[in-house]
């Protein structure tokens, strides 16, 4: 399989191999990025009596220990202490990936580890790989935890941007239009779109990924969040079902989920901050924040949660048909995505806008004057001298002079003193003649028909 993109890791790796001093980098990102590609790329060329790759497994300690110890010694360690030490010395790069699992084996595993790394004088490079964001950053930024600090570099290893995911879509056939749709339910996580090299139909490609008998992703989400959350994994689950495909506040989350106020709360923080599968968000430019709402903000999660999950029942029963009946609300949900497909083109592409902003977001509230109506701008965007609203329309009618002026009534209903103001349209299908005729310097419109 063709290696994709991660210039930057490569080279950051290869710098880091050549130094002469030991190294601990810390590289962590959600299941299914890259991280052990990325090592395998990296070390592929490495003499194995240099090199030692350990997948963390949740063993008992004992058995953990054996494994670890078999991997490059002879002898039969007692203590991760010794093993390490001696590991250390042995090889001159080591890879410890799914790290964090050495937590639920055994949390002084760390404190041997440690203690190792600070006594050894060998010039050893440990890459240390995780997917459980929160616990391996506190693991090492946490001053209460043994290995506060020893790590030199904490890197974030990062879903491919927009731009590259569509490249990679487009050079298996897909146009430009296809290639947005598949970015919207998978995002930019490299097993997932790799998923879609031979260049099969979306509806084909969707069915057999997610939906056939054999699927291999059909219950992939369910199974990572069983191994992740264990026994709680069901009011995750509850949680991400009433999430997929839409925004909901702590008093509607609760409703959905029947899951008290003080838990929901922490398991929010946890999809949030432990795993960055959800977010909060609030809108942009009010002061007030109890009007905050959640929504999933990785897209393989959501439309997994929103369209896989919430018919997998039917799916078992008759998979042909249900997908049949079903194939038409992606599109639907491909609208909801859009809004975020434009907001992190804006961000990585902050170029394409007349001014570069200093914050972006989405705005929603009660329309003034009224008691019930409410409203919302799918983006905002603004600097200090400059504010643009933005309309995103994923739709097979084209964007009307009724959907712009209806974009400038809702702008119209908040206050941004003396900036500079521009209107931006993003498009599925164009724009009818009159709004093209509106397109200058403060109006921008963006498209992705395929025409």
């Not at 799916?315 to 048909?321: I, L, Q, T, V, Y």
Request: proline share 2%.
């Amino acid at each position: 399989m063709k290696f994709y993109n991660r210039k930057k890791e490569m080279a950051f790796i290869e710098k880091i191999k050549g130094k002469d001093k030991k190294q601990m980098v810390v590289l962590y990102g959600r299941r299914r990025i890259g991280k052990t590609t990325l090592m395998q790329k990296a070390f592929e060329k490495e003499d194995a009596d240099q090199f030692l790759y350990f997948f963390v497994e949740t063993l008992s300690e004992e058995q953990s220990l054996l494994q670890l110890s078999s991997m490059f010694s002879k002898a039969v360690y007692t203590n991760w202490y010794d093993c390490f030490s001696d590991l250390f010395q042995s090889k001159r790069y080591i890879v410890f990936d799914e790290f964090q699992n050495f937590n639920r084996i055994n949390k002084s595993i760390f404190s041997a580890l440690q203690h190792a790394w600070d006594e050894t004088q060998a010039t050893t490079k440990v890459f240390i790989l995780g997917s459980y964001v929160g616990l391996l950053k506190q693991t090492f930024i946490d001053e209460k935890v043994p290995l506060f600090g020893r790590n030199d570099f904490l890197i974030k290893i990062n879903p491919f941007s927009v731009n590259e995911s569509i490249s990679i879509l487009q050079s298996f056939g897909y146009s430009q239009q296809q290639a947005v749709e598949i970015f919207m339910l998978v995002g930019g996580v490299p097993k997932y779109l790799l998923a879609f090299e031979e260049g099969k139909a979306i509806k084909e490609a969707l069915y057999e990924l997610f939906v056939d008998e054999f699927a291999p992703f059909k219950e992939e989400a369910k199974n990572i969040m069983i191994r992740e959350f264990g026994g709680e994994h069901k009011s995750y689950f509850s949680i991400l079902k009433a999430l997929g495909g839409s925004r909901k506040n702590l008093s509607e989350l609760k409703d959905n989920t029947q899951i008290a106020n003080t838990s929901l709360s922490k398991y929010l923080k946890e999809l949030e901050d432990g795993y960055e599968i959800c977010e909060k968000t609030n809108p942009i430019l009010s002061r007030k924040k109890r009007n905050a709402k959640y929504e999933i903000s990785d897209h393989y999660y959501n439309f997994y949660f929103n369209i896989i999950d919430r018919y997998f029942s039917a799916f078992e029963f008759d998979s042909e048909k249900t997908y049949k009946r079903i194939y038409p609300l992606i599109p639907n949900h491909l609208g909801i995505m859009f809004e975020r497909f434009c907001m992190q083109l804006i961000k990585e592409n902050p170029g394409m806008l007349p001014f570069i902003p200093e914050q972006i977001g989405k705005h929603w509230g009660k329309v003034p004057g009224t008691k019930d109506q409410s409203y919302d701008i799918d983006i905002i965007a603004y600097d200090e001298k400059n504010i643009l609203f933005g309309e995103c329309k994923w739709r097979e009618k084209k964007v009307s002079l009724e959907d712009y002026h209806s974009l400038v009534k809702r702008s119209g209903y908040l206050s941004y003193g003396d900036k500079t103001l521009y209107y931006c349209l993003f498009s599925k299908s164009g724009y009818e003649e009159g709004v093209e005729n509106l397109k200058n310097e403060h109006v921008l419109l963006f498209s992705y028909d395929n025409d």
